[in-house]
């Protein structure tokens, strides 16, 4: 059945507008919670030693599923329900072991594998996984940070030396080296306007921002907020510039405004946080990788994960572009 025979003579709106709409429309709906709702207690999700003590990268797709790395062993990308079910959903090749994932504008994935130099690009429709960048200058690249273009940054710490660089990916995977000379570079995001670069130094305590300029390169080196105890992790924003940041053994989840102010903390089971991601019906539900324990955790927020929004953004320009597509019958 062709859709367009079916057109109601008075509808102008052209059909792939109305399905694009349709879910930003949803999206500022569920911008704020219900009065009723508990925010900011966190649970567990998945059972104890799910994964490995190796956890990390989480990521949710455009459907709502939460990825992680080292699910029931190591070397592997474990992919966990809403409802804490989950499985391995991928095991990689030879030696490689991930840290970060991020899902990029057209629902494929990258992977940071810290022991082959590597990121990955992963077809999630077939798995097929083929090598994106690799450069044997990167000492492991750990988290990755994604533009709503799809260029990468690669936050690149040097354990033993208490060092770190932050590495530039281009679409087409050309590497460059984006910031040297810093501290143990770890957790790293983007601003929701693609302006501010943020990356953590966990051995130092520092959160450090950056301006992106037009060619990617970073300039304006700000200070963000410098911690007296415990370490960092990974970090997320949400969809009004706030950043999420793991407190890696202090067992807790830090809201910063776009300043540096902090807003909030949120203590979490156990004491070693590693990363942190949004997703759930409304952009509005964290999932924290926890090492201790080897299981993901879950708490509400007050407004949704930047990374979840453009993953619906995503889906429905490609479900108007599929309804264009069928109703010019090509």
Known sequence: ???????????????????????????????SPPAHEA??????????????????GPAVDAEGNIYAVNFARQQTIGKVRPDGSGEV???????????????????????????????????????????HARDARMTQPNDIAITKDDVLYA???????NTGRVW??????????????????????????????????????????????????????RLLIKFD??????????????????RYGKGSVVKLSPQGRILREISVPGAKPSNITFGGPDGRTAYVTEVVQGRLLQFHVDRPGLEWQRAQENKAKASAAAASKNVSGE
């Open 89 to 131: 959903w991928l095991s990689l090749p030879g030696t490689s072991i991930a840290n970060g994932i991020r899902f990029g504008s057209r629902g494929q994935m990258y992977l940071a594998d810290y022991m082959e130099h590597t990121i990955y690009l992963v077809d999630p429709a077939t798995r097929a996984l083929t090598i």
């Open 229 to 246: 105890d415990f370490g960092m992790d990974g970090m997320r924003v949400d969809v009004d510039g706030n950043l999420y940041v793991t």
């Open 39 to 56: 925010l900011f207690l966190a649970t567990t999700l998945t059972a104890a030693h799910s994964f490995t003590k190796g956890i990390e």
């Open 155 to 161: 936050s690149d710490p040097n354990w033993k030396e």
């Open 1 to 31: 059945m062709h859709p367009s025979r079916y057109a109601l003579p008075w509808l102008r709106v052209p059909l792939q507008t109305l399905l694009l709409a349709m879910p930003l429309a949803t999206l500022s709906a569920c911008a």
């Open 168 to 221: 530039r990916i281009a679409q087409d995977g050309t590497v460059s080296l984006a910031l040297d000379t810093m501290g143990t570079a770890n957790g790293i995001e983007v601003s929701p306007d693609g302006k501010t670069l943020y990356v953590n130094e966990s051995v130092q305590r520092n959160i450090w921002a950056y301006t992106i300029e037009a060619d990617g390169s970073l300039t304006g080196k």
